[in-house]
Nanobody
Framework: QVQVVESGGGLVQAGGSLRLSCAAS????????MGWYRQAPGKQRELVAT???????IYADSVKGRFTISRDNAKNAAYLQMNSLKPEDTAVYYC?????????????WGQGTQVTVSS
């Protein structure tokens, strides 16, 4: 059974920084992309950032210039460095690992880690 585990969430003041980590295990195939998503209370889950195996990245407009996604392919790990945090960044952050088999994407999710930014 594939496991995706996030860590690094917590409480921080506005303007502060946090680094989230994600590790995927028990995956038999190469991970095409890893990403971070977030869900605030009463809102839909939204993309924060993704990174493909070739290091191509995509960021939500709301985090560009503040967040940086990176990955370690050898460890099946991804990281999200979050700087200049704002109260509106408060959410549960989920890690996603996507494996593409015969053209079909297979998504694996972590349990989420809470990030709370106080004003």
């Amino acid at each position: 059974q594939v496991q995706v585990v996030e860590s690094g969430g917590g409480l921080v003041q506005a303007g502060g920084s946090l680094r989230l980590s994600c590790a995927a295990s028990r995956i038999r195939f190469s991970i095409d992309a890893m990403g971070w998503y977030r869900q605030a209370p009463g809102k839909q889950r939204e993309l924060v950032a993704t990174i493909r195996s070739g290091s191509n990245t995509i960021y939500a407009d709301s985090v560009k210039g503040r967040f940086t996604i990176s990955r370690d392919n050898a460890k099946n790990a991804a990281y999200l460095q979050m700087n200049s945090l704002k109260p509106e960044d408060t959410a549960v952050y989920y890690c996603n690992a996507r494996v593409v088999l015969l053209g079909t994407p297979n998504d694996y999710w972590g349990q989420g880690t809470q990030v709370t930014v106080s004003s």
